[in-house]
């Protein structure tokens, strides 16, 4: 299985809701990034979790609150989102943190925030 | 940090024609740099990657070039086809707890029949 998958492909949710997005990947990958992609910009890392231990928090404000329950699976939790916050929200895995590994991104969930 | 410029921000080529795409750097610790190309509605799927210690790799009709001294790098394609037509980014990795890619703000290819 060379694939990562998102769930769900599309979400609306209103400002007061709380939902969580889900990405999962089954290649032994030990690396695994949450991106905000906007319309014709390129995806702007959120987080990064080495070893399910979060190495890297890009200042994303706390309405939004990573998760990664085991080697595979990383979830992303949002709570009191803003209209601005919506988005393409892509995951991605590598083999390792460490430069030279690809990325493989997964198909993204469509957010829309009303 | 990191700083990825790239150019030129929208290319429109004749089916046939070659098209060139340049990113430059600005940390001198970048080892990695890969090219990544996005359609719309798609996910970003890797399309071809060079590493510091290597200055030229092709793969088909496209090619990266390396320059470490200028801190710039290349893509190109060759024979481009309509379905070419797409995003095209570039970005830069450091390794170690540095290893995340940081992007270019992509290149949108147009390929006419």
């Known amino acids: 299985d060379t694939e990562v998958t998102q769930t769900p492909k599309h979400l609306v949710m209103g400002m007061t809701n709380k939902k969580s997005l889900k990405c999962e990947q089954h290649?032994?990958?030990?690396?695994m990034y949450w991106y905000k992609q906007k319309a014709k910009k390129p995806p702007e890392l959120m987080f990064v979790?080495?070893?399910?231990?979060?190495?890297i928090n890009e200042s994303v404000p706390s309405r939004f609150s990573p998760e990664c329950p085991n080697s595979s699976l990383l979830n992303l939790h949002l709570h009191a989102l803003q209209p601005e916050d919506s988005a393409l929200y892509l995951c991605a895995s590598s083999h390792q943190l460490a430069g030279g590994y690809e990325q493989f991104f997964g198909p993204g969930t469509r957010l829309t925030v009303l | 940090g990191e700083n990825v410029e790239q150019h030129p921000s929208t290319l429109s080529v004749q089916e046939g024609d070659s098209a060139v795409i340049k990113c430059t750097y600005s940390?001198?610790?970048?080892?990695?740099f890969p090219w990544y190309k996005q359609e719309l509605g798609k996910r970003p799927q890797l399309i071809i990657d060079i590493r510091s210690n290597v200055g030229e790799k092709k793969d088909q009709r496209i090619a990266v070039t390396l320059n470490k001294t200028a801190k710039h790098f290349s893509l190109h394609i060759t024979e481009t086809q309509p379905e070419d037509s797409a995003v095209y980014f570039c970005a830069a990795s450091m390794g170690g707890s540095q290893g995340n890619l940081i992007f270019g703000k992509g290149t949108k290819l147009s390929v006419k029949p």
């Open positions: 290649m032994g990958h030990r690396a």
């Open positions: 979790y080495s070893y399910e231990k979060l190495s």
């Open positions: 940390d001198s610790a970048s080892n990695y």
